[in-house]
T-cell receptor, first 113, second 115 residues
């Protein structure tokens, strides 16, 4: 069965600093990969996705992610963090059947001014 | 498009009572999913529908849980004889046909508290 690991439970960055959130997956083939963001009291919002092709994908709100097959990773990055980016971020995989997403445990991002 | 909506947003119930949640997906989406999220965890898959057919159920979905999507539009999730361990956020998501099939869009969730 597939699984997702987000090694960092909590990350604090200063506003304007760069950000990288880590995601590793376990699956026999290349899964479909997603990053979602969840603000307090809100549902999950899709930031970006990777299905195939270019391994660097762009998303909303200035986020990007890079798929690295050799490392089974799909890390999320942003060059300059804004205070409004403070939220919980979830990495998720779909095995290509569109039957369900398997999520990591999330990384809580705190942004200091 | 108003997105995925869920009602109620909050539900407080006493142990042993039955509760029912409703999810209205994005109108053109044919797939609908239910997830449960507990504090400090990512969402966990419960079940999903393609149109009105329930195609997969998780082991998490005990026999006290039942989900329906009678006309392939809205869906309900019922929990019978609630237990304190059922306290969680219940999330609904939907995805569209064709290239949108794999992109799930989530509603705001229903937070259940069992006292």
């Amino acid at each position: 069965a597939q699984s997702v690991t987000q090694p960092d439970i909590h990350i604090t960055v200063s506003e304007g600093a760069s950000l990288e959130l880590r995601c590793n997956y376990s699956y026999g083939a290349t899964p479909y990969l997603f990053w979602y963001v969840q603000s307090p009291g809100q549902g999950l919002q899709l930031l970006l996705k990777y299905f195939s092709g270019d391994t660097l994908v762009q998303g909303i709100k200035g986020f990007e992610a890079e798929f690295k097959r050799s490392q089974s990773s799909f890390n999320l990055r942003k060059p300059s963090v804004h205070w409004s980016d403070a939220a919980e971020y979830f990495c998720a995989v779909d095995t290509g059947t569109a039957s369900k997403l398997t999520f990591g445990t999330g990384t809580r991002l705190q942004v200091t001014l | 498009d108003t997105g995925v909506s869920q009602n109620p947003r909050h539900k407080i119930t006493k142990r042993g009572q039955n509760v029912t949640f409703r999810c209205d997906p994005i109108s053109e989406h044919n797939r609908l999913y239910w997830y449960r999220q507990t504090l400090g965890q990512g969402p966990e898959f419960l079940t999903y529908f393609q149109n009105e057919a329930q195609l997969e159920k998780s082991r998490l979905l005990s026999d006290r849980f039942s989900a329906e999507r009678p006309k392939g539009s809205f869906s309900t999730l019922e929990i019978q004889r609630t237990e304190q361990g059922d306290s969680a956020m219940y999330l609904c998501a939907s995805s569209g046909p064709g290239t949108g099939t794999y992109e799930q869009y989530f509603g705001p969730g229903t937070r259940l508290t069992v006292t």
